[in-house]
C-alpha cells in the first residue's frame, strides 16, 4: 500500500532519514578509500609509490622556481630521494617514471652549480645511480624550471574572454565521427592542467558507437541526443596517488582536466557537454562494473564530444551577477 503523500514526504526530507542512508553511502565510499587510497600499503603498489615520488621531486621543481632559493637547499630529502628511487628501481624497475625525477634532480644540480655552488653529496649520489642502472633507452624528461618571459604571457586576455563566452553544453552535433586523433589532441592540451603535487590522477576512457549508446544510456543525462554525441569520455581520477587528507582530490584535480579538455575541443571547433557520474554508490559500483573501471579509479564526469553542425541552438544557461561568485574579505590594497 502507497504510503500517504504527507508521509512519504516526511520522510524524504527527514534528517534522520537522511542521515542513514548517508551512512550506507558513505560505508560504501570508506571501503573503496581503504582499498586504494596511496597512504596504505604504499610500497606494495606501483602506482603508490610512484606518486610518493612525484610528491618528492616536485618539492625540488618548487624550491627552485622560488624567488631567490638558498643555494644548495633540501640536501637531506634529496639524498633521501635517490635512495628511494634505487628501491623503486631494484623493485619495479621502470625507466620511463624514473627519467622525470632524474630530469629534475639534473635540474637542481645545473641550476646550483650555474650559481657557483656545487651540490657534491648529490652529485655524488646522482652519479652513482646513473652509473649503476646505465643509459636510457627513454626519451629525457625535461625537469627543474625553465625561464619565460612575461611577453610571452601577456596578451590572450580579451581573445580567451571571447574563446570562454562561446563555449556552450551541446546538445545536438553533427554526424561527422570523431577521430581517435581529435581526442588525444585535446586530451595532451589537457594534461597542461594543474593538479596536487603535478601528479596527474586523472584518466580517460573512451566510448564510441553502440558503446557510447550505452554508457550514455546508463549515465541518463542525455535523453534525445545520445546518439549524436560522437563519443563519450570518462574522466576518472585515480585514488592511489592521494593520502588521507586528500580523498576529495581526485574530483579537483579531474575537475580541472575535464575543463581544459573541454576547452581544447573548444579550441579544436568541436562541441562538449560534461555529464554528470553523481550517481549513488549503488549505480556507481554497477557503472564501474558495467564499462570495466577499477575500483580505485573514481569517476569524476563524463565529457560527451562531437561535431558542429552549421547553425544549431545552445541553452542559455545563463550566470548569476559575478557579485555572487566573490567576497573580498580584505580592501584592495595600493602600493
Ligand atoms: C559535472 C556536470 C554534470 C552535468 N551533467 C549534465 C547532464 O547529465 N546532462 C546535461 O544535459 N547537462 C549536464 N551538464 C551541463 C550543464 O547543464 C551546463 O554545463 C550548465 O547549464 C552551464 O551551461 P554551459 O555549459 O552551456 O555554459 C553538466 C555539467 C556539469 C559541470
Redesign the pocket.
Known sequence: MPLPKFLSTFLKESPVILGMRLVVELFDEWTQLMFNLGAARCRGTKAKIEAKLTVEYHAIEKGLSLGAPRLGFGEKRILTLVSDLRWYHSVFNDRAFLERPLATIRGYISFNQERGFEPTSIRKAYDDFLDDIGPSTEPAAQGGVKLVKRSDIQGFGAQFEAFANT???L?NYSDAPVTREEILAAIRIAQRSPSACNRQSWHSYVFMGAEKDALLGF?G??NGFTESVGAAIVVVGDLRNFFINEIHQPYIDGSLFAMSMMFAFHAQGMGS????TSFKRRKLREFKRRFGIPDYHTPV?IIGVGHLKEEFH??W?ARKDVSDAVTFRSEETRP
Do not use: C, E, N
Open positions: 563555449r556552450h553544453s546538445r549515465q543525462g542525455t557537454i560534461p555529464l554528470t564526469m545552445v541553452a544557461s
